[in-house]
């Protein structure tokens, strides 16, 4: 067990005259005290290295029965997989954290493969970013090739949304979200007066629209622009990224702010400025 080294060799340490036995010096009777005395180090050890990693709860040390030993080994199999793929202990606090299932005894890292190869080859993505995709959204190793990861980028790249193998957090979300609710989003620019090719390069200039809710922030933004801003739809379609901006922080201040002074700017004009100079150019 490589994370029973340690414990290996503090047990030799603490025996000066211990030699390392081989196949011939091993006795054909061992004493068992020595042998279960190696096993519960061993076994604490490998406790104490996946409560390091927050894998185990540090909390629970005393208040709570550990794990099997079978457990654990196979935790630390996970573990090791997860290392030869390029992660780091630093990384596991945040995995454990996101997607606990990930460090149960039920799960099979064998049963992820899958996905970093279609990480590797279908994105394409290096081993680094990969790895920061991941760590963005461990669910995604959770996600099946065939029904979820594979239509969703086809999807994204017939849309015309690209580089979706830098490892930000908008990429790794929309690589992890079903084809079904992308499409909600081109059908509620559908709805509001954008043809079907508008609404796709839409969503490609602006790819963070597929996690805005619908109700809760595209809606009452489109209602703002044309109720209370008297806009069309049609400057929506040459500037998407309004659904981008804060309706109470930046949308809403500024229409406000401007309509006092009986300015009426673009929308790109309005929103994307700084504040420093919006506001010292529209005192």
Not at 1 to 21: E, V, Y
Not at 23 to 46: A, Q
Not at 97 to 106: E, I
């Amino acid at each position: 067990m490589l994370h029973s080294l340690l414990s290996l060799t503090t047990l030799s340490s603490s025996s000066p005259t211990s030699k390392t036995p081989t196949p011939n010096s091993l006795s054909p009777s061992p004493t068992p005290k020595p042998l279960y005395l190696k096993f519960r180090t061993s076994y604490r050890d490998n406790l104490r290295y996946l409560r390091a990693l927050r894998i185990l709860d540090p909390a629970t040390n005393n208040n709570k029965k550990p794990p099997s030993p079978d457990t654990v080994d196979h935790v630390l199999a996970t573990v090791d997989f997860l290392k030869s793929k390029g992660f780091t202990d630093p990384d596991f606090t945040r995995l454990a954290f996101l997607c606990p299932h990930l460090f149960s005894s039920t799960f099979e890292p064998t049963d992820v493969a899958p996905v970093f190869d279609f990480l590797a080859a279908d994105l394409p993505a290096s081993p680094e970013q990969s790895r920061g995709l991941i760590l963005r959204c461990p669910r995604i190793l959770l996600s099946d090739v065939e029904f979820c990861l594979r239509p969703t980028l086809n999807y994204l790249r017939q849309l015309g949304v690209d580089n979706l193998s830098s490892p930000t957090n908008l990429n790794a979300h929309l690589l992890n979200t079903r084809t079904e609710r992308l499409r909600e989003k081109i059908g509620f620019l559908r709805r509001i007066g954008f043809s079907h090719e508008e609404a796709a390069r839409a969503c490609g200039r602006l790819p963070a629209i597929f996690g805005y809710s619908i109700d809760n922030n595209l809606w009452p933004k489109y209602i703002y622009l044309v109720k209370e801003m008297d806009r069309s739809v049609e400057e929506l379609k040459g500037f998407p990224q309004y659904f981008g901006f804060s309706l109470e922080k930046r949308i809403a201040p500024r229409h406000l702010h401007l309509k006092e002074r009986n300015v009426r700017l673009p929308l790109n004009r309005m929103l994307l400025w700084g504040d420093q100079k919006f506001y010292a150019k529209w005192k």
